[in-house]
């Protein structure tokens, strides 16, 4: 049976920590359920709005939804198949991303070590693409299994049809409003495969003296947790705007106009550089800075903080201010990384 929660506070389901709620929440353990709710009342979801919503960590509330959110809490990591290649597992669409990679460095395995102590579900892991110190969800996940809506089939999406990018897949376009992600299969590896190229993760491990998954974990979460605030004390969705990917002339003539300006190569795309939006707002100032009750972390610009009793529209208000000063100096359009609903 699915539990069907009415009028629910949304409070403890988005990591900005916004005070609204919604009409109806759809929590589901298991896709029989879930198959059997929408079979049964499925009008719910065509005759008003609905939503999916994972662990709600990129996600903003605008003000009460009238609508019905579904969420997942199946929980679960299978052991598919383990050779001396590969180990596949499939994990839960509402498995805690943090506890795989936990389990997942815990036995010694190779290929999310670096995606710790990202919040997350599993499934939205696929949909985010989410990413952080040279690698990304889509390097190791293998298929998607989903349910599609409207017929109340069951399919499986290969990794390689996700439309994977930089924050980004399938199920942000073609995909949207028509498929639930029931679980996530990830391919681990037996053979060290160690990342250490990004950030301060070689001089962190190498204080720890031992180069294992666990030990990049360990790396990886310390630098982590000195950098970005806790939801749990300062509401926030972590990075607030995606960096703009564009034309590398465009990137050549910012850069005489600003040296300094950090930029990245992208895969794949050797026409294009990717720009750091954090450091155009530090630019302007707005690091550590305020506007009413939402704020801009002091230790990372990319950051959005809800500073205490903020509402989304609080915090939408502030995105947009910056928005419009990142276009004024920089002439760059910068969007959201975060759901807004
Ligand atoms: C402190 C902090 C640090 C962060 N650091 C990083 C980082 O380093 N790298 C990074 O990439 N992100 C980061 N994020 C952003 C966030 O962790 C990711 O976007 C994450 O994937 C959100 O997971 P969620 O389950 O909370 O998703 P939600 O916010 O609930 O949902 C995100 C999207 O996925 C969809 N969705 C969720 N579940 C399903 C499903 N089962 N089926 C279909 N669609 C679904 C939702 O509809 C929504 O569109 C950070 C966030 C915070 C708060």
């Known amino acids: 049976m699915v539990q069907k929660k009415a009028n629910i506070s949304l409070k403890a389901y988005n990591s900005f920590g916004v005070d609204t709620t919604a009409d109806l929440l759809v929590e589901w ?8 709710w929408m079979r049964t009342e499925g009008d719910t979801l065509t005759s008003k709005p609905w939503n999916i919503l994972g662990g709600g960590c990129n996600t903003l509330f605008t003000g009460p939804y009238h609508g019905t959110l579904i969420h997942s809490v199946a929980k679960g990591i299978t052991v598919v198949s383990d050779t001396p290649e590969e180990v596949i597992i499939r ?3 509402g498995h805690l991303w943090d506890d795989v990679v936990a389990w997942s460095c815990e036995r010694g395995l190779w290929g999310i070590e670096n995606l710790s102590a990202i919040p997350s579900s599993a499934g939205a892991s696929a949909v985010q693409n989410i990413g952080a110190y040279g690698v990304e969800a889509k390097d ?19 990794g390689c049809d996700c439309e994977f990018g930089y924050r980004h897949s399938i199920f942000k376009t073609s995909l949207a409003g028509k498929v639930i992600i029931t679980a996530v299969n990830y391919r681990l590896s037996h053979t060290p495969a ?13 204080k720890l003296g031992e180069l294992t998954p666990q030990a990049i974990r360990t790396a990886i979460t310390t630098i ?15 990075s607030f705007f995606t960096n703009p990917i564009l034309p590398r002339e465009q990137v050549e003539a910012l850069k005489e106009l600003y040296p ?17 939006t954090g450091w155009m707002i530090d630019q302007l100032g707005w690091k550590g800075r305020s506007m009413g009750r939402a704020g801009v972390h002091n230790k990372q610009a990319l950051v959005l903080v809800n500073l205490g009793g903020a509402t989304g529209e609080e915090v939408v208000a502030l995105a947009e201010r910056i928005c419009a000063e990142v276009k004024e100096k920089f002439g760059v359009e910068i969007h959201p990384e975060v759901n807004i609903l």
């Open 29 to 36: 353990e298991s896709v029989a359920d879930l198959v059997e």
């Open 91 to 93: 994990v839960e669409a």
């Open 140 to 158: 190791c996940i293998r298929s998607v299994e989903v349910l599609y809506v409207d017929t109340l089939e069951l399919g499986t999406i290969a």
């Open 194 to 206: 160690p990342k250490l190229g990004y950030g301060s993760i070689q001089e962190e491990v190498a």
């Open 224 to 238: 982590r947790n000195s950098k970005l605030p806790d939801p749990a004390v300062t509401g926030n969705a972590g």
């Open 260 to 276: 300094t300006m950090p930029t990245y190569e992208v895969e794949g795309r050797p026409e294009c550089l990717k720009i750091a």
